[in-house]
Nanobody, 123 residues
Framework: QVQLQESGGGLVQAGGSLRLSCAPS????????VGWFRQAPGKEREFVAT????????MYADSVKGRFTISRDNAKNTVYLQMSSLKPEDTAVYYC????????????????WGQGTQVTVSS
């Protein structure tokens, strides 16, 4: 069982930046692919970005390409989502999730999920 914990959310003005972190409790993470997903009020949860276990493969939703960067530091057992040029439409609860095997954007393929962290972007 992998328990994930997100941190780094908060309130930021449009155009600002935030860095989210995702770390597991109780075990290492360096054989897992990790994805970030988000859910805005009244909307379905959607894919944001994902990274392979080695960091060599990354994928992004079109809506965040060029603004968000996913990375990982396996020595620190942490995955990051650097978010820049934030827009009000980025407001959502952000979740990290983990799985082994293929790198995928499909949330149902992920086995382990965190509780989420709120990101609010004011205009």
């Amino acid at each position: 069982q992998v328990q994930l914990q997100e941190s780094g959310g908060g309130l930021v003005q449009a155009g600002g930046s935030l860095r989210l972190s995702c770390a597991p409790s109780g075990r290492t993470f360096n054989t897992y692919n990790v994805g970030w997903f988000r859910q805005a009020p009244g909307k379905e949860r959607e894919f944001v970005a994902t990274i392979g276990w080695s960091g060599g493969t990354t994928m992004y939703a079109d809506s965040v390409k060029g603004r968000f960067t996913i990375s990982r530091d396996n020595a620190k057992n942490t995955v990051y989502l650097q978010m820049s040029s934030l827009k009000p439409e980025d407001t959502a609860v952000y979740y990290c999730a983990a799985r082994r095997g293929l790198v995928t954007q499909i949330q149902n393929d992920y086995n382990y999920w965190g509780q989420g962290t709120q990101v609010t972007v004011s205009s």
